[in-house]
C-alpha cells in the first residue's frame, strides 16, 4: 500500500482522483481549506502546511482558478492571486513535504491546455500555469532519480469549478464541438491518468506534459 497526498482535495478532480487511488489499494492523505474534505485543519496553501509525521510515496497540487477575463479587466492582483494559488502554493506544498518522499515517489501537478494553446481571455490563467510546467520540469531534473515529477494539462472539464462555462446545454454542446474528440473531459478521465503518473507504471516517465484535453492543444479537425 502506498501513501499520497492531495493537496485541494475538495475539487471534483481531486476526489475522482482519491476514488481511484484508495480503488487501487493506497492510503490518501487529504488537505483542503474545506474541512469536509481535509484530515489536518488548513486555512492557507500558501502558509504553513501541517505536520505530516509518515513518508510518502508521492503528492498531487490541486488548488488552481478559472479566472477569464479580457486583459484590460485583469488587475494586477488578479494576476498576483492566481500565481499565489496555483504557483507558490504548490512550491509550498513541495517544500513542505520533500524530505518524507521515499525514493521511487511521484509528484504530479495540473495545468491547462491554455499554458500552450493561446485562446481569448486566458491570460492570467495561461501565465501561471506556464509557469507551473516550468516549475515541474525543473523539479524534475533537479530531483532524479529519486522522485519524478510529471504534468498533467487538462482542458474544460465537467466540474463545479467550469459552473459558469457550461451551465446549459447550448454551452455544452459548443465546448465539446471545440475539441476533436466531440465532448467535454470527466474527472474519471483525469484521475485514471493521475494514478497512472503516480503508480509504479509509469516509472520511467519524468518531466512530462501529458495533455488530457481532447485533442484540443495539437489537433485541428
Not at 489499494?25 to 501541517?50: A, H, M
Not at 495540473?110 to 501565465?127: K, L, Q, R, Y
Request: hydrophobic content about 45%; proline content about 5%; overall charge neutral.
Amino acid at each position: 500500500m502506498k501513501k499520497y497526498v492531495i493537496v485541494g482535495a475538495s475539487s471534483a478532480l481531486a476526489q475522482a482522483t482519491k476514488n481511484q487511488l484508495i480503488s487501487d489499494g493506497n492510503w490518501v492523505i487529504q488537505l483542503s481549506r474545506n474541512p469536509s474534505f481535509s484530515d489536518f485543519e488548513l486555512t492557507d496553501y500558501v502558509g504553513e502546511l501541517p505536520a505530516i509525521d509518515q513518508q510518502i510515496d508521492g503528492l498531487v497540487y490541486f488548488p488552481g482558478t478559472i479566472n477569464l477575463k479580457p486583459f484590460r479587466s485583469l488587475k494586477l492582483e488578479d494576476f498576483q492571486t492566481d500565481f499565489n494559488i496555483h504557483v507558490l502554493g504548490a512550491v509550498n506544498a513541495l517544500k513542505t513535504y520533500q524530505s518524507q518522499m521515499n525514493e521511487g515517489s511521484s509528484v504530479v501537478l495540473i495545468s491547462s491546455v491554455a499554458a500552450t494553446t493561446g485562446m481569448p481571455f486566458h491570460a492570467s490563467v495561461a501565465a501561471v500555469k506556464a509557469a507551473l510546467e516550468g516549475l515541474g520540469r525543473s523539479l524534475a531534473a533537479e530531483w532524479a532519480p529519486k522522485i519524478r515529477v510529471n504534468v498533467v494539462a487538462p482542458s474544460l472539464t465537467i466540474t463545479p469549478m467550469a459552473e459558469r462555462l457550461i451551465n446549459t446545454p447550448e454551452k455544452i454542446e459548443a465546448g465539446a464541438q471545440r475539441h476533436p474528440m466531440k465532448r467535454l473531459g470527466s474527472p474519471e478521465d483525469f484521475a485514471s491518468c493521475i494514478s497512472f503518473l503516480l503508480s509504479d507504471q509509469s516509472s520511467w516517465i519524468t518531466g512530462q506534459v501529458l495533455p488530457v484535453d481532447g485533442g484540443m492543444g495539437k489537433l485541428k479537425v
